[in-house]
């Protein structure tokens, strides 16, 4: 399917890549070929000087996804107006095919922590989240795609399953779900979780969007933890899971998911070439 | 427990000095602190390179103890460094002095304040700028009185340091050698956020007073008024630069002035 026709609001059935302000310049130059682009969203807040331009160019060619990384949606502190407005101007200048946030929270008493922090899945969060999801997409006038979190810790708090918890806010919310294969793969190195039988009981058609990323282990303490570190290759265990998710799913925008340690953009856009072909295989 | 508490209780272990004993919670531990590094590294690149990583790292976290971020973009939260580098001035000192670095004769601070402007001349709001054409409208008996309007982040910088020379060294440097400066004593620039990006330009302080005159609505002939070394300033060449960089949206001539 075209570009085009996920514009039109179709299913895009491409991979695509995050625009990094490193990688600017070649994406003008050299325009890869990809399906879409990704761009964080608080990094292109700009109101004015040359990255509205960049955006501008790159747009014209290309479906765009925009992804939050710093709204706190399961934070108790009260909704950053400030910062919603700031999406919602992003959102109505470059017309994204998707808006996405985290499923997270990362303030508290008005000191923002700007990291991605889980917390325990119970009907009192489920309540709150969903509260906050509805507001977001009040004011942005769409639906948003959620993004499940890779985590260090688990609390003895929850009483619902992740997914549980997944499935009761899209049902709540009408929301998405944005599905990081390689979130689910840290979480089993950490947790112990079942990615495929995540994947297989999440409501297929609420998944907008698929992240593959690279993750790396580190020793904390007395612990070897999985880390998610976008600073590598997909490695195999990932594209095996994607492929797995696909058979389940049906073709899904991917994205292929690089911010530290970055490699050339020539590196990306085959990264999401190899995805274009394990989508290709499925149809 | 409610959610804020439960969030609360959390937060407190991010907060605390001491590393977690939880290992999972030790990653969230470090990743406040590294995010937060790194957005303030990436403001400030050349106050990173003058100081060296070390010495960097353990001001970048005693700031953020004292000016924790407020937003969910980190990009505002350098605004109070080149403040904090002012006062922590004798701890940098006496820091500096255990490494092989020097200060180079520049005030850090000031260094951190021009490398913040540039920061936020890069996203600022801009206007269309207009060509120089557009004096000619106007009959040359009429331009003492004209007004300029400048770009909406159009900033007169005045330093007792040699911090621009130093910056534009790390800039235009071509190795990965530390950037030098041979000049001493102050400097003066203008800066302002375009259309085709930000730009900073040197001026002597003569011109810097009239600039800034300008910037505050005065017409070319009173702030020229407000300089005291007016014999100082090229006006043609000040105003060449001012719209050949894209700095100046309109030009006015109003009543009161033309009276």
Redesign the interface.
């Known amino acids: 399917m075209s570009p085009k026709a996920w514009l039109a609001g179709s299913a895009p059935r491409r991979a695509g890549i995050g625009l990094r302000a490193a990688h600017h310049g070649d994406w003008i130059a050299q325009r890869p070929d990809v399906g879409w682009f990704e761009i964080h969203a608080e990094n292109y807040f700009a109101e004015g000087g040359l990255l509205p331009d960049i955006l501008d160019t790159l747009r014209r060619d290309l479906p765009l996804s925009i992804h939050g990384v710093g709204l706190g949606l399961a934070s108790t502190d009260p909704l950053d107006d400030s910062h919603l407005r700031q999406l919602a101007r992003l959102q109505d200048r470059y017309q994204p095919a998707v808006v996405s946030e985290h499923l997270c929270w990362g303030a508290a008493d008005g000191i923002h922590y700007n990291d991605l922090l889980p917390f325990p899945f119970t009907e009192t969060t489920l309540t709150h989240v969903a509260a906050r999801v509805q507001c977001i997409q009040e004011q942005l006038r769409r639906p948003i795609l959620l993004e499940n979190l890779s985590s260090y810790v688990t609390f003895e708090e929850s009483s619902l399953g992740e997914t549980e918890f997944l499935t009761e806010l899209i049902g709540r919310t009408d929301c998405g779900l944005l599905l990081d294969l390689n979130n689910l793969v840290v979480n089993a190195a950490n947790h112990g979780i079942d990615p495929e039988r995540y994947v297989a009981s999440l409501p297929a058609d609420a998944i907008g969007e698929i992240h593959l990323a690279g993750h790396a282990y580190d020793r904390y303490g007395d612990r070897t933890l999985c880390l998610d570190t976008h600073d590598r290759l997909v490695p195999d265990r990932v594209w095996d899971l994607y492929r797995f998710t696909l058979r389940q799913l049906g073709a899904k925008p991917t994205l292929i998911e690089w911010d530290a340690k970055l490699p050339t953009l020539p590196t990306l856009a085959a990264e999401a070439h190899k995805a274009d072909v394990c989508i290709a295989e499925i149809l | ?4 508490s ?3 209780r ?2 407190a272990q ?2 605390a000095a001491e590393t977690p ?8 531990h470090h ?2 602190r590294a ?2 590094r790194k ?1 303030l590294a990436m403001s400030f690149p050349v106050v990173v390179e003058l100081l060296g990583a070390a010495v960097f790292n353990v001001l970048a976290e005693r700031f953020r103890q004292r000016n ?8 505002p939260s350098g605004a109070n460094f080149p403040a904090f580098l002012a006062s922590e001035a004798d701890t940098l000192v006496a820091a500096i002095k255990k490494t092989d670095r020097s200060l180079v004769g520049i005030d850090l601070a000031e260094l951190a304040s021009l490398e913040w402007h540039w920061q936020c ?6 206007l269309v700028a207009i060509d120089v054409a557009a004096l000619s409208s106007y009959r040359s008996e009429q331009w003492p009185s004209l007004r300029l309007q400048l770009q909406p ?1 159009f900033s007169v910088l005045r330093w007792h340091t040699p911090v621009v020379s130093y910056w534009q060294s790390h800039r235009e440097r071509t190795t990965s050698a530390m950037a030098t400066t041979t000049t001493s004593g102050p400097e003066q620039a203008w800066i302002a ?6 730009i900073l330009k040197t001026c002597n302080a003569a011109t810097a007073e009239w600039l800034l005159a300008l910037a505050a609505g005065a017409n070319l002939a009173i702030a020229l008024e407000a300089v005291e070394r007016a014999a100082d300033i090229d006006i043609t060449m000040t105003l060449q630069s001012l719209f050949r960089h894209g700095a100046v949206v309109s030009v006015d001539l109003r009543a009161d002035d033309h009276a």
Not at chain 2, 1 to 4: A, E, W
């Open positions: 427990m409610t959610l804020q439960w969030q609360r959390f937060a991010l907060d004993a939880n290992p999972g919670m030790q990653v969230y990743n406040v995010q937060f957005a924790p971020s407020r937003s969910g973009d980190l990009h001349a890069l996203i600022a709001a801009d982040s956020g375009t259309p085709r990006g930000p």
